[in-house]
T-cell receptor, first 112, second 112 residues
Framework: NAGVMQNPRHLVRRRGQEARLRCSPM?????VYWYRQLPEEGLKFMVY????????ESGMPKERFSAEFPKEGPSILRIQQVVRGDSAAYFC??????????FGPGTRLTVL | EDQVTQSPEALRLQEGESSSLNCSYT??????LFWYRQDPGKGPEFLFT?????EEKEKERLKATLTKKESFLHITAPKPEDSATYLC?????????????WGLGTSLAVNP
């Protein structure tokens, strides 16, 4: 059973460009979570999704950030008009329900 | 406000020298407390989930315990391969809440 998959593993964008981060949950998992990790700040929750629904987006910045988990295909975290402060490691996790979250390897975003 | 504090920030042990890591938490009703291990450049790797005070779980050289205010991760006779950052997180028991609130971690180095 493959684990949580994320791609790309590394992404470089210039200020003002868009970043798209993809996450494929573990087989049988219908719950997806996105977290951001900054040095010295630890992991911060961003959003919780189930298929076609956003359940909790209380950690998402109000502007430029959006997330989706369509009926078919991976979950997407989209960052529009990136700024240097968006540089971070973005982790996706999945769970089968009210259970332990299993994490992917992360996408390291660098904004030049 | 839900909060997690881990201590010490960093710990250096000799191989075979047992020790404990601390995770203190405040949460408005605990659904679960989670321990993860994170290696550099990788995603968090699940270790344990604890649900109620008095609960203990064990895996190889690691043992996690839980009280109403804190959790300990005991490491018995550690080996160099146990070197990693150990992360603690809590999940509050509130409706559809699934987000994990994280501590900053304890960076463990085990010298041969």
């Amino acid at each position: 059973n493959a684990g949580v998959m994320q791609n790309p593993r590394h992404l470089v964008r210039r200020r003002g460009q868009e970043a798209r981060l993809r996450c494929s949950p573990m087989k049988g998992h219908s719950h997806v979570y996105w977290y951001r990790q900054l040095p010295e700040e630890g992991l911060k929750f961003m959003v919780y999704l189930q298929k076609e629904n956003i359940i909790d987006e209380s950690g998402m910045p109000k502007e430029r950030f959006s997330a989706e988990f369509p009926k078919e295909g991976p979950s997407i975290l989209r960052i529009q008009q990136v700024v240097r402060g968006d540089s971070a490691a973005y982790f996706c996790a999945s769970s089968p329900g009210m259970d332990t979250q299993y994490f992917g390897p992360g996408t390291r975003l660098t904004v030049l | 406000e839900d909060q997690v504090t881990q201590s010490p920030e960093a710990l250096r042990l000799q191989e075979g020298e047992s020790s404990s890591l601390n995770c203190s938490y405040t949460v408005s009703g605990l659904r679960g407390l989670f321990w993860y291990r994170q290696d550099p450049g990788k995603g968090p790797e699940f270790l344990f989930t604890l649900y109620s005070a008095g609960e203990e779980k064990e895996k190889e050289r690691l043992k996690a315990t839980l009280t109403k205010k804190e959790s300990f991760l005991h490491i018995t006779a550690p080996k160099p391969e146990d070197s990693a950052t150990y992360l603690c997180a809590v999940q509050a028991n509130a409706g559809n809440n699934r987000k994990l609130i994280w501590g900053l971690g304890t960076s463990l180095a085990v010298n041969p």
